[in-house]
């Protein structure tokens, strides 16, 4: 199958990635929708590493997966801070600081 | 010799500075220094006079160099002195008339505790006026000019807790500014055109410039003169002038300040006389002023506006002869002499008369007065005598040069000028003898003034009376002094040249004319206030009497025109420079703000707001990108 | 670094198969010391935190954190003596790092920042004390819920969250790293190593600590989400050209690469490939800049972080992801400069104008700073489009100025308090000159800084930008810059309006007296404020000795 | 290298201004002192430069020439010219007097505050100025000269928002407000305009490639470096623009009134006299020397905003309730005076233009510090609340008046002289701006005698009957004023000689030349012929 298809559902995933972070309300959900973003770039990365031969893009997908790994931690951490302290999970409720 | 010019001037200048940096410590002898200074000018100047009469006529000139006072490229102005005959003629009569009005003062001002002060501004003055007559150049001139116009406006606000006495200074000081501009507009036109303002070198070569150019500069010339001798249309100020003491009223606003613009036109000679035009108009302004002063003369109660009607009205003939050009100059100057002597007699007079009568100015409260101050009314006769132009006495001589030199002019102008001027020699003698008769004559019409006091008539000190009577002799005298040999005529002409004119009338005839005009004028006036009651109250009156006394309404128009025009102005501008030239700022200001409000909302607080503006960001940054590629 | 040489090991490992030993990647370890260093220290201080005990870890953790930043900077001076910010300047890491001017430049001026940020980061007198224990800005245990029991009883037992100086010392390691990065997959990481620890940075707040969290988690999100823009750029460049190293993408975009293997020939044809990768990974750095329209985190982050941390992120951030910015323009993207210039253009016209007229209406000094700060970007932007050797030193110069400034200006913030802890709203500066004429005229310094006043560093960082810019034939930009900088001066006005020309009010902030750790930040401040300002030159040779990028 | 007389002129001040503000609360004398000491220090070094400056010699004397930030092509070079030694001598000379005058001005109301220390960071603030003003007039280098350009607004703002004029405008609004209103407006506007000049500076940069105004004017006048003609207007505009705000010019000038009314009478005269002849003074060096033809291009537009001025500002003048408020709009009609002598372009106006910046200095110092001294008396600024004072106070009405007469440019007294040069330089060349202009005179004659009609004149007000006359300290202050008012009147060779050929470098940089009289002049039959030379 032709690789370009697959950046094609690349672009798809990261789209969708990034619309769910603009309309979904839940950290977590949001949290969860740049991962699949991340992912999506992974598999652009794949598909292009095929596409040119060489091994760097597969490389830089797994260095992908452990910084997502990495922010995971960090940001689990952060929102379930938020969570104990707010009961809730909402992004839109954090909004203490505007203007 | 000629560095005793300076000295003129120094003299009164130091006695200025004196009196006035002095303090109160001079408070005791201000007013003898006062004096002293100007006597000390006085002496100097008969000194030079001596001496200018020890030379022959054409070398009579003498010129002194201070120092270079504004040096920038071409424009040269120096400190200079110029003496010739006419500034001798000036400088005599302003010392000398000078020091006998400083003399009067130190009666007439013995109560006001501010008497130092005043002498110093009489020095002032006097400092001020001869550095105009004896300026060698037009802008130092304009030094004078000014000066004068300070020391006027220092003066008639002498008594500034008056608040019409504060308004009369400042009245009389813009309106002169009025006729400065002219001075100083014709300065740089002399200066364009010639390169140069001083009067030597501009004099030898107005024969280079255009007549266009010259009856430019002569115009201007007499719009200063206008300000300065109150002549039509500048001639409001001189009336509220009165509320000056009456002794200023005599030293500047009869006899030195404001004949002043008949120096500057006569010392002008060399310019008016290249350009007719500007020499018609200088008539026709003489002519109209002439008649405008007799005929408010003749309407106004108030001793001393009567006599400052008069006084524009006698300016007017000066003018109008100086307007005449070389027929008329040595004329209008002659007649300014007499003038001087017996108009500030007069004025003394009726300095005197008022002085006996608590300060009381409406001649219709006054009558019968000759019993109770016979010197002044001797000494006021005489003054009254000689500017009605009685035979034998000094403005018979002078009036009847005037009139015969208007003739002279030929053509029609010469008849109707010199039908105005026996006309105003009429009404001189109507408004004149009316004076006369409301002020000694009839019955006592006195009133108690405000304070509820009697007037108790008396006669003044010998420190005012002297003056009086020396003044008096002047009065009688100079005119026939000047006349016999033509003395005045050979002494000024190398000056201002002279030419006979040819004249439609005999001398005689115009001489008797003038009696007829004379008698006529006196007679009605007998009829009118000397048959029958004067009453206290000044009558209606016709038409032109109340105009007279609004002073032809002339008042009247600038209060509308300027005054309050250029209050609507002002206030207008006010307003505009609040709230257009300074809204438009503040509203840029505050539009800027409005715009950062409602920017601000953009922040709302909420994460996801700001991820679409990131997208919304990133999707712009990326079809921008493309689209400068496909473009 | 070593899981980097790694992957280039690996890729080197698939060229050359089979395999019967693996090549060692070659470091220069010299030339990565400062990086090594900090992250060492770095490492050890998690050790610390682990092993230390809890009485004595503030101190030894300082005492590191000081250290290994002083010994960094050290290394750091020795290398540019070396020669190697000029003629020395190479490629490091098997082409992962690169030592030259610029790195060197933006590492010392990060370090130098760091030293004086970590200072107010240790700074203990400001607040009461709690219990007897000297607490310092951060949370006595960041985990426990606000108001809970558990954080009564941190605080009782005098817990304090010394982790920050090791995250601190992780995130200047990552800022390290950004600006050196001479491959897309190191700036990736870099970009990530500092950005974390600044996410928890932020949540660790001992004052307002809901704020606090909404700050971390606002940032987190939005970082999160930004990154992953720029990770898909990066995909889309090594889609382009078939490699992440900075030098063979710029060659491949000038057509000047050797061998082209038909499926390089067949993406290189495909300009929407780098076109739209180059415009997503600006999008990230621009966020990290915090330019418009990627700005929106800046006000609340800024505003809800604890202070120090603000000054720290606002003066060391900007300066790494400038840094990266500069080397993505200038050496991946030099080819492309056709197409970004009037994109940057756009941008940086924007920014300007936008964090300018936003900050008119601001009522808190923190947010008021960060619009500010967005205002500077927009000013840097201009130098960064001069695309010359000038425009690069007067960037450098500009971050180095601007740096100081910025710290200076959030550690008076730290001084200013009531009751509540910070008194951060403008209308309690009222009449602070009236009360402490020297915090005020301090204060008043900065913002005439930030205002561009001659005789500060901020007119010279101002002036650079806009000859640069100028000469660079952006005329128009100084335009707009002159007249945003008109607009800007309002509300920096407004501040000293406020604190010299209003009447101070009754219940007014006290000014605390700050430990010689904050003062000697604030002084360090002033004194690189005038002297920028009055003697600019020595630093403007420098920038200019440190403006040419390796390639 | 010689002693560098230009810097330490400048240095002096600053180091007072220091040394002030270091001096503790409570010796709140001792640092009055010390700043008129360091002033007249800097008025005996303002005399020496122009001691030290011979008028034949050099375009630019006492020289210093130093690298500063070559990066920017910018060195630290001073150097002065005619106009320049008089205008620092004015500078120096007038602020002993602005500090004697606001001898008590900035003593604080409330003692409670320790720390809080007015008196010092006043008198420092007025030194700050001074040594920031001198540099700015000894700059030859244009970037040098911005710097302190617009460095001198800082201290300005603060001495205008920190010390206002505590007597009632007669506006309920509360004074405070006013004040730090008055100073942001003072510090936008003249912000904005060197923020554009600062664009100019750098369009300037991009062309010349240096900053020294000797060199470019050099370059320029031997035609080897060319600007396009648009760029030479665009920057021209924005050089001038900058100027025209500080000068003031209409319709930029709407800041000046609210400054001088809300400040102190000193702070006000440092602002008027010395501070805005910055303005005036860089449209002669800078804007002339740099742009010769966009010069000439604008020089129409120019003419009609100066005669705007002139006209507008006197007549606003005349309709202002506010004593401060009527000066300030009396100085805005005379900076219109000024700018139409530079622009005419003529030895006459230009030098006359110099000379009206130092008189106007003078004379407004003295109208104003004595309408200061009014104004302490009676706690007001509203002209109705004055009448009769000559009564109570004749020696401050004599005073006042002199100020007045000055202002209205009566001959004899130092204005008229560089008044009436600027007149016949402009009628020179364009005979009816000229006579437009004389209508000024007329209207300087209105509002300031009818401002003396209403406060001195009239019945005596109940409550001024109260009111003493001048004190010593006062009298120290106005005496020497009006004595060099009189002297320059009288004498004002001492100037023009200095003067003079600085003009006449500025001519030949816009390559100018007086128009030539119109006719030959005869040579003087008569001996009286000294008058012809």
């Known amino acids: 199958m032709n690789p370009v298809n697959y950046l094609y559902l690349a672009a798809l995933l990261f789209t969708i990635g990034a619309s769910g972070v603009l309309i979904r309300k839940n950290a977590i959900v949001l949290f969860m929708c740049v991962e699949l973003m991340l992912n999506a770039c992974n598999l652009a990365f794949v598909a292009f590493s095929r596409m040119h031969g060489n091994l760097d893009g597969q490389i830089i997908a797994f260095f992908t997966m452990v910084v997502a790994a990495a922010e995971v931690v960090v940001g689990l951490a952060i929102i379930v801070s938020l969570f104990r302290t707010r009961h809730s999970a909402s992004v839109d409720d954090a909004s203490l600081m505007k203007l | ?631 | 670094m070593s899981t980097l040489t790694a992957a280039h090991g690996l890729s080197a490992l698939a060229a050359a198969a089979p395999a019967d030993r693996i090549p060692a990647p070659h470091i220069e370890y010299a030339q990565l010391a400062p990086t090594l260093i900090v992250v060492g220290a770095a490492v050890l201080g998690v050790l610390v935190e682990a092993f230390v005990p809890r009485r004595s870890r503030y101190h030894v953790q300082v005492f590191l954190a000081v250290a290994a930043l002083a010994a960094a900077f050290a290394a750091v001076v020795g290398l540019a003596a070396g020669g190697y910010a000029s003629d020395k300047a190479r490629i490091a890491a098997m082409g992962a790092i690169a030592v030259d001017g610029p790195a060197l430049f933006l590492q010392g001026t990060i370090l130098l920042a760091s030293v004086v940020a970590v200072l107010t980061f240790a700074e203990r007198r400001l607040d009461p004390a709690a219990h007897g224990n000297r607490v310092d800005s951060f949370a006595a245990q960041a985990a426990s819920v606000p108001g809970s029991e558990s954080e009564k009883a941190a605080v009782k037992a005098g817990f304090t969250t010394t982790e920050v100086f090791p995250l601190a010392l992780f995130a200047i390691a990552g800022m390290l790293v950004f600006p050196a990065a001479n491959d897309l997959l190191t700036l990736f990481v870099a970009l990530e190593v500092f950005s974390l620890p600044l996410y928890l940075l932020c949540a660790v707040a001992r004052r307002q600590r809901l704020m606090s969290q909404e700050a971390a988690v606002k940032y987190f999100l939005l970082g999160a989400f930004s990154s992953a823009f720029l990770l898909f750029g990066i995909a889309l460049l090594y889609g382009y050209a078939g490699s992440v190293s900075y030098a063979v993408i710029a060659d491949v975009v000038d057509g000047t690469v050797q061998t082209v293997d038909p499926a390089l020939a067949d993406t290189m044809g495909n300009d929407a490939l780098l076109l739209i990768g180059g415009a997503l990974i600006l999008t990230g750095l621009l966020f990290k800049v915090g330019a418009v329209p990627f700005h929106m985190w800046t006000p609340d982050v800024y505003q809800g972080a604890p202070t120090p941390v603000t000054g720290f992120m606002a003066a060391a951030t900007k300066v790494a992801a400038f840094g990266a910015l500069l080397r993505l323009l200038y050496v991946v993207l030099p080819g492309l400069r056709w197409d970004w210039r009037p994109v940057m253009w756009g941008v940086a016209i924007v920014t300007m104008l936008a964090g300018a007229v936003i900050a008119v209406t601001q009522t808190d000094v923190k947010r008021l700073l960060a619009y500010s700060s967005i205002a500077h970007a927009g000013f840097i932007l201009a130098g960064v489009i001069a695309t010359s050797a000038q425009g690069i030193q007067s960037v450098l110069f500009y971050l180095a100025a601007y740096s100081f400034v910025t710290i200076g200006a959030f550690a008076v913030v730290t001084l200013v308090r009531d009751a509540g802890g910070e008194a951060t709203h403008l209308s309690k500066w009222a009449g602070l000159g009236r009360r402490s004429p020297l915090t005020a005229a301090v204060f008043a310094v900065f913002l005439l800084a930030f205002a561009g006043i001659p005789l500060t560093s901020g007119f010279a960082g101002k002036f650079a930008v806009f000859k640069a810019a100028a000469e660079g034939g952006a005329g128009a930009l100084v335009v707009v810059g002159v007249i945003s900088s008109a607009i800007a001066a309002f509300f920096y006005i407004r501040v000293i309006v406020l604190m010299f020309f209003s009447e101070p009010k009754a219940d007014g902030p006290t000014v605390a007296v700050p430990s010689p750790l904050t003062m000697t930040t604030i002084a360090v401040g002033v004194a690189v404020t005038l002297v920028l300002g009055l003697a600019p030159q020595y630093f403007l040779d420098l920038a200019g000795q440190a403006s040419t990028f390796v390639r | 290298m010689s002693f560098p007389l230009l810097t330490v002129t400048a240095v002096v001040p600053a180091v007072g201004a220091v040394l002030t503000a270091a001096v503790p609360a409570a010796r709140r004398t001792a640092a009055k002192w010390l700043a008129l000491l360091f002033s007249l220090a800097t008025l005996a070094l303002a005399v020496l430069v122009a001691v030290r400056f011979e008028p034949g010699g050099a375009r630019y004397q006492l020289t210093e020439s130093h690298a500063w930030i070559p990066d920017f092509g910018v060195r630290y070079e001073l150097g002065v010219d005619g106009i320049g030694v008089a205008l620092i001598a004015l500078t120096a000379l007038l602020i002993p007097f602005v500090i004697a005058a606001g001898w008590h001005d900035a003593d604080p109301l409330e003692t409670n505050s320790s720390r809080w220390r007015p008196t010092q960071g006043f008198f420092a603030l007025i030194l700050l100025v001074e040594a920031m003003v001198v540099i700015s007039f000894e700059a030859t280098d244009v970037f040098l000269f911005y710097v302190f350009f617009e460095a001198m607004l800082i201290p300005m703002y603060f001495l205008i928002g920190g010390f206002g004029d505590r007597a009632h405008s007669g506006s309920d609004e509360n004074a405070a407000a006013q004040r730090s209103y008055a100073a942001v407006k003072f510090l936008l506007y003249n912000l904005a305009g060197g923020l554009i000049m600062l664009a100019a500076v750098i369009g300037l940069y991009v062309v010349a490639g240096n900053f020294s105004l000797q060199e470019i004017t050099a370059a320029r006048a031997a035609g080897t470096l060319d600007m396009a003609t648009n760029t030479e207007r665009l920057l021209f505009l924005g050089f001038f623009f900058a100027f025209a705000v500080k000068a003031p010019l209409w319709p930029l000038h709407t800041w000046l009134p609210n400054a001088m009314g809300e400040s102190t009478a000193p702070v006000a005269v440092l602002i008027t006299a010395v501070v805005d002849k910055v303005g005036t003074f860089a449209m002669l060096r800078f804007c002339l020397g740099l742009f010769p033809d966009a010069s000439k291009w604008a020089t129409p537009v120019i003419l009609v905003l100066a005669l705007i001025s002139i006209v507008y500002g006197a007549l606003l003048a005349v309709g202002q309730r506010d004593i401060k408020r009527l000066v300030a709009y009396a100085s805005i009609s005379h900076f219109g005076f000024i700018i139409l002598g530079i622009f005419a372009m003529t030895s006459q106006g230009q030098s006359g233009a110099t000379l009206y910046m130092v008189n106007h200095g003078l004379s407004t110092a003295a109208l104003m510090l004595v309408a200061g001294f009014l104004i302490s008396r009676r706690g007001s600024r509203l002209i109705a609340d004055y009448g009769g004072v000559q009564k109570v106070a004749p020696v401050l009405a004599g005073t006042f008046l002199i100020g007045g007469l000055a202002t209205l440019s009566l001959p004899g007294l130092a204005p008229f002289v560089s008044e009436f040069l600027v007149l016949v330089g402009t009628y020179a060349r364009y005979p009816v701006v000229g006579i437009i202009a004389t209508v000024g005179i007329v209207l300087a004659a209105l509002y300031t005698l009818v401002l003396y009609q209403r406060t001195m004149t009239g019945p005596v007000k109940e409550e001024v009957r109260a009111m003493p006359d001048l004190h010593l300290r006062e009298m120290l202050v106005v005496a020497p004023l009006i004595a060099l008012l009189i002297g320059l009147g009288v004498y004002p060779k001492v100037l023009t000689d200095i003067v003079n050929p600085a003009v006449e470098y500025t001519m030949s940089d816009v390559k100018r030349t007086d128009p030539k009289p119109e006719v030959a002049v005869e040579a003087v039959p008569a001996k009286n012929g000294e008058a012809a030379k």
């Open chain 2, 1 to 631: 010799m000629e560095n005793l010019i300076a000295l003129l001037i120094a003299a009164p200048l130091l006695g200025a500075a004196v009196l006035l940096c002095g303090g109160r410590r001079l408070d005791k002898a201000g007013h003898w220094l006062g004096t002293l200074f100007a006597a000390a000018s006085f002496g100097i100047g008969v000194a030079l006079f001596t001496d200018m009469l020890g030379r022959a006529a054409d070398d009579r000139t003498l010129s002194q160099k201070l120092y270079t006072w504004i040096p920038v490229e071409g424009f040269q102005a120096d400190v200079a002195f110029q003496l010739d005959q006419l500034s001798m003629t000036f400088v005599l009569l302003i010392s000398g008339v000078g020091t006998l009005i400083h003399v009067y003062s130190i009666g007439y001002m013995e109560h006001d505790e501010r008497r130092r002060r005043f002498f110093g501004y009489l020095n002032l003055f006097l400092a001020a006026m001869l550095l105009l007559v004896l300026a060698d150049n037009y802008l130092l001139l304009y030094v004078g000019w000014e000066g004068v116009g300070l020391a006027s406006y220092l003066l008639i606000g002498f008594w500034q807790h008056k608040s019409s006495a504060a308004t009369a200074a400042k009245k009389a000081f813009l309106v002169n500014r009025v006729g400065d501009m002219g001075l100083s507009i014709a300065i740089m036109l002399l200066f364009t055109t010639f390169g140069t303002f001083a009067f030597g070198p501009v004099f030898a070569s107005v024969g280079n410039a255009t007549e266009g150019k010259l009856t430019a500069i002569a115009l201007m010339l007499l719009l200063a003169a206008c300000g300065k001798s109150a002549q039509v249309p500048l001639q409001s100020w001189l009336g509220d002038a009165m509320e000056g003491p009456t002794p200023v009223s005599a030293l500047i606003h009869a006899a030195t300040m404001v004949t002043a613009g008949v120096y500057l036109i006569v010392r002008s000679a060399a310019v008016f006389n290249g350009a007719p035009d500007a020499q018609l108009v200088v008539t026709v302004v003489g002519a109209v002023t002439l008649l405008f002063g007799a005929i408010v003369g003749c309407a106004k109660d108030d001793i001393k506006k009567a006599l400052a009607g008069s006084t524009m009205s006698q300016i007017g003939y000066m003018i109008l002869a100086a307007g005449l050009g070389p027929i008329g100059y040595v004329f209008a100057i002659m007649h300014l002499v007499t003038h001087g002597f017996f108009k500030a007699g007069l004025f003394l007079g009726a300095g005197s008369v008022m002085h006996g009568m608590n300060d009381e100015v409406d001649m219709r409260k006054y009558g019968a007065l000759r019993k109770f101050m016979p010197v002044t009314f001797v000494t006021f006769g005489l003054g009254y005598l000689a500017i009605i132009g009685f035979p034998g006495l000094s403005g018979f001589f002078s009036k009847d040069m005037i009139i015969e030199a208007a003739f002279a002019k030929g053509g029609t102008q010469g008849w109707i000028l010199g039908g105005v001027t026996l006309l105003g020699a009429g009404i001189t003698a109507f408004y004149m003898t009316r004076v006369m008769l409301l002020t000694f004559f009839g019955e006592k019409r006195w009133q108690p003034d405000a304070a509820g006091h009697e007037p108790h008539p008396h006669e003044s000190p010998k420190s005012m009376t002297v003056p009086m009577v020396i003044l008096a002799f002047g009065s009688v005298f100079a005119g026939a002094f000047f006349e016999i040999g033509e003395r005045f005529l050979k002494w000024l002409e190398p000056v201002t040249g002279y030419e006979h004119g040819n004249s439609p009338v005999s001398a005689m005839a115009v001489t008797a004319s003038t009696m007829v005009v004379l008698v006529v004028g006196v007679g009605i006036a007998w009829s009118m206030y000397g048959r029958r009651p004067v009453p206290v109250l000044a009558p209606r009156g016709s038409l032109l009497t109340r105009a007279a006394r609004r002073d032809l309404f002339q008042d009247d128009f600038n209060h509308v025109v300027l005054v309050r025009g250029g209050e609507h102005l002002t206030r207008s501008l006010v307003y505009v420079d609040h709230s257009l030239v300074d809204g438009v700022v503040n509203g840029t200001a505050a539009s800027v703000g409005g715009l950062s409000g409602r920017l601000r909302k953009l922040q709302n607080g909420y994460a996801r707001s700001y991820a679409v503006s990131m997208f919304g960001g990133t999707a712009i940054l990326i079809a921008a990108t493309l689209l400068m590629r496909a473009v």
